[in-house]
């Protein structure tokens, strides 16, 4: 067979007309239902790995693209910062040197003390007075808002118990992040600690201003007082003498050792108990320390426990390798026992092989014990690691306060040597007290301002002794050399993002395919509609004009097989009619219906090719010939049926459309449409009607039903499931008598069906 004959003039060529496309389009369909007894992979698998083989080169092109964008972005958001750190350490307890009366409570707010240390770090004085020594940092320089930002990025941390604060800052700078945690260490000594000193010593002037004041009352006082006694400069022989005034230039250390000699005694025996009771408080910390080495190395010696052992055995890869072990011997002792020469260089080999595979085996279970149990060692190993810095911490300050108790001791000493012993009035007996007094009430307000002079004074050296003592506050560390940490993270995000790319368009395509539900393969034709598929034509109607003779011969071949399926099956029945029409329009009903005909004719039949698509007519465009009178013009009685046939070259007779008009819409119905069908059948063996899309044109389905065959096109990339589906639904309503689908634009593998 030569097969159908199409026109080859570019202006009337099918992809010219404006209701013909001459190309698929390129969205994608969706999954349909099978139909009962189909199978789910006839014809090409999961449709899944259909859309995606339709849209690979879109999928890897536009992938690359999201994927490298992904990727760069997932590189910058996910860069591995550089860490450093510095160390405060926060004493439990204020130094009792300074403190006497506080000596215990200080470690009752010792949480408090911690947490508002804490807190104070991240305050803005702190964080403004650090940013003047690291304002030209790049990293401070990009930021628009640099107090928010230090107040977010740096991290202050502590465990509950620990004498030690941490503060950590992370960056894309190295030198930056050390240098941010350098300034806000010195800026919190400076803008806190510092100036808590500078209050504590404009305190203490203000304690020494008003002990000289409340002196130069006293000694404006006394002589007063003497005065009013003993008038005249006499005085009684029971009266005791007035009080002695100090000399100009007189110490305050001598003043409060007239006034309360027992203040240097309170704060000798003090000093004397730390001395006495602080080296058994270091010689306990050195035994601690000493069980805790010991802990330490025992747990390094102590020997690896059976259950590690066991558990070992039977992990995944030492398994794997015991049976490899066990197939080498297994294999090696059988040759060994059928050979004759035990010594042949294949069972040395053998044996080789066994003896490597044993000792890969030996060598990787041990591997794993001693991971696993190194693993359980440090674990342990931490707890009593921490407990030892604690203890060693410890030691270092006791031994730093009993070197400073016993130097206080000494001064302390010198000025309770320098305290006079009292006697009584016999002379020789101790009295009671060293300020026994006979107060009249003429001395009340004397005696009062002596009691302001002793607290002030007293007040004055505790003030002054707890400037001396150390700050309860220090730096342990300074900023740590900064460290980058979790690149692995930063790899494995930018590796991700990167192949998320590609998984983002490939799921965006399977969606849009599974919404819009386009055929793609002939095994959705066929799970789509229960009428039998009768022709498969390789390709898409452009190409039956191409220049490629392998693919016209196809296309040519596929609809001689249709017409034969159509001649055999329904012509030799007594059939005459067939309608070619689709679910919608542009889906190859005009090309199936010229190559039908076409071959039909060549094949010996008397065929006449009726244009019934009033609206949007193709055939005369296939034909080559021009569309002035046609079926509108029967309907509307205009011609006659002979006038309006042509003869093309290859024997077939072509009805065109004609000229559209609503006329011709209303005679399309009834009796008329009736009358014409009866007398284009009169002098044919065969009329094929290229009818309406089924589902738009209220006509089509009056052609049809007139009809003794309905063919429904189907088009690669064109036609939606659901729309063939109930096309073919609509055709099984109408009871005709044989109908069946056509796939256009199958590969060649569908073409063999």
Not at 423 to 439: L, P, R, S, T
Not at 623 to 634: F, I, K, R, S
Not at 655 to 683: F, Q, V
Not at 695 to 704: K, N
Request: some cysteine; aromatic content about 6%; charged content about 25%.
């Amino acid at each position: 067979m030569t097969g159908p004959s199409f026109a080859t003039p570019a202006p009337l060529a099918p992809a010219a007309h404006p209701g013909h496309k001459a190309a698929p389009k390129a969205p994608p369909p969706g999954r349909p239902a099978l139909k009962p007894g189909a199978k789910p992979d006839e014809g090409g698998g999961l449709p899944v790995f259909t859309y995606l083989r339709l849209h690979w080169l879109m999928i890897v092109f536009c992938g690359s693209l999201l994927g490298a964008g992904g990727a760069a972005l997932a590189w910058e958001l996910l860069a591995s910062k550089y860490e450093s750190y510095g160390l405060f350490q926060v004493a439990s307890a204020q130094t009792p040197i300074g403190n006497q009366s506080n000596a215990a409570g200080g470690r009752t707010d010792f949480g408090t003390y911690v947490k508002t240390t804490a807190n104070l770090l991240k305050t803005d004085f702190v964080l403004n007075a650090a940013l003047r020594d690291i304002k030209d940092l790049p990293t401070i320089k990009a930021q628009p808002d640099p107090i928010k930002y230090l107040e977010e990025e740096v991290v202050v941390a502590w465990q509950d118990g620990s004498e030690v604060i941490r503060v950590t800052f992370k960056g894309r700078e190295p030198q930056d992040a050390k240098r941010i945690v350098d300034a806000i260490q010195n800026a919190f000594i400076k803008e806190v600690i510092d100036k808590e000193v500078k209050s504590k010593k404009a305190f203490l002037d203000l304690v020494e201003k008003w002990q000289k004041e409340i002196q130069r009352v006293l000694e404006a006082e006394k002589p007063a007082k003497a005065a009013g006694a003993a008038p005249a400069g006499a005085a009684d022989a029971g009266t005791k003498p007035a009080a002695e005034k100090a000399p100009p230039g007189t110490p305050p250390e001598d003043i409060l050792m007239r006034l309360d000699p027992g203040f240097f005694l309170k704060q000798f025996a003090t000093l004397d108990h730390e001395v006495r009771t602080l080296p058994l408080t270091i010689a306990g910390y050195k035994r601690d320390e000493t069980v805790m080495k010991d802990q330490l190395k025992a747990l390094q010696d102590l020997e690896i426990p059976k259950a590690t052992k066991g558990m070992m055995e039977n992990d995944h890869e030492v398994v794997a390798q015991y049976q490899k072990m066990v197939r080498a011997r297994t294999e090696y002792e059988f040759r060994l026992n059928a050979a004759e020469n035990k010594t042949a260089p294949g069972i040395l080999r053998l044996k080789a092989a066994y003896e490597e595979q044993s000792r890969k085996y030996e060598e990787l279970k041990k591997d794993k014990i001693d991971a696993y149990d190194g693993w359980n060692r440090t674990k342990e190993a931490k707890v009593i690691a921490i407990s030892l810095q604690k203890v060693i911490r410890d030691t270092q300050a006791a031994e730093e306060r009993l070197e400073f108790s016993k130097k206080m001791l000494v001064e302390v000493a010198n000025k309770v040597r320098e305290i006079p012993i009292p006697a009584d009035k016999a002379g020789g007996a101790v009295q009671h007290g060293f300020n026994e007094k006979e107060y009249t009430t003429s001395s009340s307000v004397l005696e009062s301002t002596d009691g302001i002079l002793r607290r002030l004074v007293t007040q004055y050296y505790q003030t002054k002794l707890e400037l001396n003592s150390p700050q309860r506050v220090t730096v342990l560390q300074a900023g740590s050399h900064p460290t980058q940490k979790d690149t692995k993270k930063q790899l494995m995000g930018t590796i991700f993002a990167g192949v998320m790319g590609f998984a983002l368009m490939a799921a965006g395509v399977v969606g849009f395919e599974t919404v819009s539900r386009r055929v793609s393969s002939l095994a959705e034709v066929k799970a789509a509609v229960l009428a039998p598929v009768v022709g498969v034509v390789p390709g898409l109607p452009g190409a039956a004009t191409g220049r490629d003779p392998v693919k016209r011969a196809a296309m040519n071949e596929a609809v001689d097989k249709l017409r034969a399926y159509v001649s055999q099956s329904w012509l030799s029945r007594g059939a005459t009619t067939i309608a070619v029409t689709s679910a919608i329009g542009d889906e190859g009903k005009a090309f199936t219906a010229f190559g039908l005909a076409s071959s039909l004719a060549q094949a010996g039949y008397k065929t006449l090719l009726v244009d019934f698509d009033l609206r949007e007519p193709a055939l005369h465009a296939f034909a080559g010939v021009p569309n002035q009178v046609g079926v509108c013009e029967l309907l509307r009685a205009e011609t006659d049926l002979r006038s309006a046939v042509l003869s093309l070259p290859s024997g077939l007779n072509l009805l065109p459309a004609g000229k559209w008009s609503d006329e011709a819409r209303k005679a399309a119905t009834g009796e008329k449409l009736e009358n014409l069908l009866g007398r284009l059948k009169e002098p044919y063996d065969c009329v094929v009607l290229h009818g309406h899309a089924l589902l738009t044109v209220a006509e089509s389905v009056e052609v049809a039903r007139r009809c003794e065959v309905v063919l429904v096109c189907a088009r690669y990339r064109e036609t939606v499931t659901p729309l063939l589906k109930r096309a073919a639904e609509r055709v099984a309503t109408m009871e005709i008598p044989f109908s069946g689908v056509v796939y256009v634009g199958s590969t060649e593998r569908e073409a063999l069906y």
